[in-house]
């Protein structure tokens, strides 16, 4: 069977995905051609309102029919009805083989299982988390799901590899013309960033509110001209489960120390200087690292340029303190960030396309110094898996992993070195995220592991004299050490998931599970 | 000279610190099989403890153990089991009431240390002190064998043998704090100080610890892992301090090197005692290997 | 039959739990937890390795798993046979 760069081995053809590119190397392949682009479609004056009350009602002006491709966005996370809602109404409509074309699904929507089962969603581009996962591993859908990065998938909707012919857009706020607000409203969840993309490309554009304000709305993340219909719901989701309150810095003893060693690694680098850009997210980890380079800033004086990604409350008040000069928001994780994205100016909403793209011309990650990622496991290539659990289970989407470790000029994975028994770092992962050429260093409570080929940061570190720093061959003997030799994940020979790079190469595939 | 600035308490019956405590980079380790093990699984946790012990992988920690009161049945057999392994540094026993408890306890390690081919002596003794006779008799149990390393005061069972509690302020331990700094320093012993109870309050043990410091303690016992760098912190000398006394080192070393007896630095006479306080200032800075030779 | 346990299941613990079984039956052994996925074949071999080193030939163990090191599980074993020699309980 052909292997792609990484050794990993890839059909040519496979079945439900079609011919494949094999992954040859980060920034390796170049885009031809021109975008691809929606229906044309034209509105006059003698239309004034686009809505459309009733669900069932939208979606069949919508001309949504069985075999489409209906995309939707997660800013609404774990509170979301939306999808659930359209999809349910889509079964009782009688709308058949739908692509599920998400940014993310969340454990709220595995409902969707006995949509997949009875026929109704026969395809899944996008993240398979929790119960989903577990059953498209064990070979629960005919149709290989797809795994992209923020980044690749507005890439994959922009190149003409994947056509949407509805977007249905959760809109916390929007006006009767279809001006969509994310940051006011019940609902509101403040950056609307992943919904862009869906909304400029899509053949038909849904939004569905449940806070419906008079014409004009303002502010207005997705203006009107992209927007076909209106439709509106009681209630779009529950704001528990939007935002989260308060984020906390964690205070877990091991999670501290890998934060602070983290820091010191950053702090030792050559970019803790003025005008740092980062992203952290919003882990125990990452949010902690923040706050041990903040104390790091202000002993040496630094200023930072701009925060990106996932905001919450801490990087407003960064922000707010001067810490950083602008936060570039993709998506807002709690009310102090859904608070900010609405009255401040410095705090900027942006498309997917805008932050992780690789193909237009210029993307927010390329001008990213420092991100701080996650990972279930690493090897000794410093390969990154985060889609399959140690059982080989699809567990997890990609997020913007690949296209921040592609961007930024130091890229740090920090994870604990053993989750009960089970290790972080391996000989070889069982399926490839991201691959090493763009990971610098991996942080654990035993220290810091630099990849080889960044020997200047390994200099740096020595520089510093605080860095403890452990090689690669030594973590791995020490896990070797204390869990012992692991049993193979035993697999069919079917692919059940495809892992494309986002510049849609295939990095690797993921097999069917064993029956056990 | 030991660094005993954090000694942290790991749970017996808990595998997940007894392994991954000494990660947090202590002074100090105390595998306790006394107070946070419960009386049905004091077995268990013996078992596990000693596998620990036997992996012995505890980074740079002097490592010890709390074993169960002199009082109660299980003191030997802990002691039994865990000192021949030979990983040991040294024994914190609880209530040490009196010089005849530490008697006891230097002769049963003695005799294990003897039959298990051990130098004998080599275990340490941490003298618990947690009511107020032991506190009463410091200066004797701090004395009562040359195996001593050190004394610490107890914290809510001495509150509780004084007939009070303890307060934020700390009021009922002031006195007592500063008697068994006067007795540990005349003994020629270590003194520790009480765990601070509320892990998280933060500036409550930094305001503490300076108090301890500021009366003379080498260190505090630790109940969680997030409390370490704030105590080394405290204890970690200011720039002033660490350029005075390498200032002090440099000219002792040059003052030995041409044979001379006394040097003044900064127009003041610098005698050994001086000397030897300011080594100890650079190893608390981190700046001197621990347990180096100095000329 | 007398039964006897060791351990919690805690996170880097495990529970163990020991009967007696009739002298021929062997080890039968139950894994269940979150390590078993990929490390039921080393854990077999520490409990394995444990029995023998305390001469026991015939006995049910059941591990309760929460990313319990091999040191871990030996200790815990060890502790609930411990217990199961000296009455256990009636199960």
Redesign the interface.
Known sequence: MPKNILGREIPEFIEGYGETQPFMGASARKPEGNRAGPKLRATFGDCTSKVIPDLKAAIAASGLKSGMTVSFHHHLRNGDYVVNAVIDACAEMGIRDLTLFPTALFGVHKKLIEHIKSGVIRRIMGSVNGPIGQMVSEGGMDVPVVLRSHGGRPRAVVSGDVKIDVAFIAAPTADAYGNICGSQGKSACGSLGYAFTDAMYADCVVAVTDNLVPFPAAPVSIPQYYVDIVAVMDSIGDPAGIVSGTTRITRDPLRLLISKYASRLIEASPYFKDGISFQTGAGGISLAVTAFMKEAMKKRGVRGSFGLGGITGYFVDLLKEGYVEKLMDVQSFDLEAVKSIAENPNHIEISADWYANPWNAGTAVNMLDVVILGATEMDRDFNVNVNTEADGALLHGIGGHQDTAAGAKLTIISQPLLRGRIPCVVDKVYSVTTPGEVVDALVTEYGVTINPRRQDLIDACKEAGNVPLVSMDELIARAHEMCGPADPVETEDRIIGVIEWRDGTVIDVVRQLKKK | MRLRRTMLYLPG????ML??GH??APDGLILDLEDAVAVREK??AR??V???LK?GEFGSCEVTVRINGLDTEYWRKDLEMLVPLGRLDGVRAPKVDDAATVRLLDEALSEIEEKAGIEVGRIKIFCLLETAKGIFNTYDIATASPRVAAVIPGGEDLTADLRTNRSPEGTELEGIRRSVIVAARAAGVDALDTVFPRI?DDEGLRRETEFIKQLGFDGKSVI???QI?IIHDVFTPTEKEIERAQKIVAAAKEAAERGLGAVQVDGRMVDAPVVKRALFTLTRAGLLEEGTEHA | MKTAQAGTVESMDCLVTVSEAEPGTGLVLNLAGSSVARFSKAMEKAVRETLEGLGIRDLAVSVQDNGALDLVLKARLEAAVARLKEGGESA
Do not use: K, S, Y
């Open positions: 019956n808990n595998p997940n392994l991954r990660l947090f077995d268990a078992v596990l000693r596998d620990v992996r998280t969680h892992p997030n760098p």
